[in-house]
């Protein structure tokens, strides 16, 4: 089954220890995304990756970082997480992003820290 | 002024009429248009796209593009307490070094009562 997955899915935390959110595609897709959303304020992306090797700041970049190593792995790493950055992450991946390209989502992460 | 607005609603609807969702944008470099529908507590999942002006239909969904008035909607015919959800408007920017990136508004969120 094609699909997008994220671990964990629900994380409590308390500020500055260190975490990573891991996201994973199974359909061969190059472009891979991160998002966080807030009441409000819709979805607003974190990084998004080209490609392997290959990752670039969103709206909303600071506190995060990324990495792609592998084609199918995004995970996104949280340095020393901040009570701001609870939120509902969602990880999602197209085959491209071009103009018509359906971007797939994942179930989602919610983090709260405290 | 946000990229893409929504009226956040809720717009609240009786069984079986027209619910009509709007969205604007203010990026004339946008080609493509989105509409994602979401779940309480799920991950957006594709409904529609379209990026010529004009209407596009899909069984009960109907999207509608005006560029000229930066303008894009969504009509859902026949409504059913199922369509309860928040629609998410989402546009892909063609140009500069913005290619590519879907930005999301905030949501509308659609309540349809029996």
């Known amino acids: 089954e094609a699909q997008v997955t994220q671990n964990p899915r629900y994380l409590i935390t308390v500020t500055g220890k260190k975490l990573t959110v891991t996201c994973s595609q199974n359909?061969?897709?190059?472009?891979m995304s991160w998002y966080r959303q807030d009441p409000g304020l819709g979805l607003r992306q974190i990084y998004y990756?080209?490609?392997?090797?290959?990752?670039d700041k969103g709206d909303v970049p600071e506190g995060y970082k990324v990495s792609r190593k592998e084609k199918r792995n995004f995970p996104l790493i949280l340095e020393s997480p901040s009570p701001n950055q609870t939120s509902l992450y969602f990880c999602a991946s197209s085959l491209v992003q071009g103009l018509s390209e359906t971007q797939y989502f994942g179930p989602g992460t919610r983090l709260l820290v405290l | 002024q946000k990229e893409v607005e929504q009226n956040s609603g809720p717009l609240s609807v009786p069984e079986g009429a027209i619910a009509s969702l709007n969205c604007t944008y203010s990026?004339?470099?946008?080609?493509?248009f989105f509409w994602y529908r979401q779940y309480s507590g799920k991950s957006p999942e594709l409904i529609m796209f379209i990026y010529s002006n004009g209407d596009k239909e899909d069984g009960r969904f109907t999207a509608q593009l005006n560029k000229a008035s930066q303008y894009v909607s969504l009509l859902i015919r026949d409504s059913q307490p199922s369509d309860s959800a928040t629609y998410l408007c989402a546009v892909i920017n063609a140009g500069g070094t913005s290619y590519g990136k879907l930005t999301f508004g905030q949501g509308t969120i659609l309540t349809v009562h029996p």
């Open positions: 359909m061969n897709h190059e472009y």
């Open positions: 990756s080209m490609n392997v090797e290959v990752t």
């Open positions: 990026d004339r470099g946008s080609q493509s």
